[in-house]
């Protein structure tokens, strides 16, 4: 569904990915791990447009998107959660959920004020979607509820269920449980299987070691802005370079 080719990235003159090759295929979990600075938001921000590549390829459904806009990213069905929360605190859940169909309303503010049936037939419509987003993530029940109220925990779970109203054919999920406490992150867990299930394709990027090697059908590891290594959860973890570069370090650290 996606595959970089030769990805680089520079940050005056400092590389910040090195010829990055990689693939997400369409109805897994990819899982992009590595340790602090080895690239993965540089790399998930060229994939969605934040940021242009220097050079490389990146090809989504047959499509060069490498350097796009991220509205147009957006609009071919990429959406992604962000490290950092950013939902609107004195909207309702609802209301925050609304916003990751955005692109599916674009009626004048005069055609809106006339309220024709069709216009209100579609509101009902996106409406159920919210609340049918909301439910897969247990929120159903705090609709109405600002957002700014909210525990940390489920203003994670605003974003998720944002990022999957509008049905996008790739979800990018940056750090979706960083913060949350060991019962709220296999909460997620489970909510991200079942997604994948459903036959989603998501990339995540974590650094929660036991949820990737839980739940992730393929993992590729970065070090210092390079693809190190890529296969299965067990692969990964017996792969010498990995253990070197990253979980040697986390040892280390620890
Ligand atoms: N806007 C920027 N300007 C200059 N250097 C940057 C910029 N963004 C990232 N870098 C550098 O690029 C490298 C990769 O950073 P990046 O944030 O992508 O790593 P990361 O794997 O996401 O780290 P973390 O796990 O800590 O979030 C780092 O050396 C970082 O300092």
């Not at 600002?146 to 998720?160: I, M, N, Q, S, T």
Request: charged residues 20%.
């Amino acid at each position: 569904m996606l595959r970089l080719d030769g990805l680089n990235k520079f940050f005056g003159g400092l590389p910040a990915l090195q010829d990055v090759c990689m693939s997400v295929p369409a109805g897994q979990l990819t899982a992009l791990i590595g340790p602090n600075g080895a690239g993965k938001s540089t790399l998930i921000n060229c994939m969605t447009g934040v940021l242009s590549p220097t050079s490389g390829s990146i090809r989504f459904m047959d499509q060069e998107i490498a350097g796009l806009p991220a509205h147009r990213i957006t609009r071919l069905g990429i959406h992604r959660t962000f490290q950092n929360l950013r939902l609107f605190p004195r909207l309702s859940v609802l209301d925050n959920v609304l916003t990751g169909l955005t692109r599916e309303g674009g009626e004048s503010m005069f055609m809106a004020m006339l309220r024709l049936p069709y216009l209100r037939h579609r509101e009902r419509r996106l409406r159920l979607r919210a609340l049918e987003a909301m439910d897969q993530f247990g929120l159903a029940d705090k609709a109405g509820w600002p957002a700014g109220v909210l525990a940390y925990g489920d203003k994670k779970r605003v974003e998720l269920a944002r990022a999957i109203v509008g049905r996008p054919k790739l979800l990018l999920l940056d750090e979706p449980v960083a913060g949350l406490n060991a019962e709220e992150t296999a909460a997620v867990g489970e909510q991200l299987r079942n997604l994948r299930r459903a036959g989603h394709t998501i990339l995540l990027v974590e650094h929660d070691m036991d949820l990737v090697m839980n739940i992730a059908d393929l993992v590729v590891v970065l070090d210092s802005g390079c693809c190190i290594a890529t296969g299965t959860a067990d692969e990964v973890r017996r792969n010498p370079l990995v253990l070197e570069a990253y979980l040697g370090r986390m040892e280390a650290t620890a």
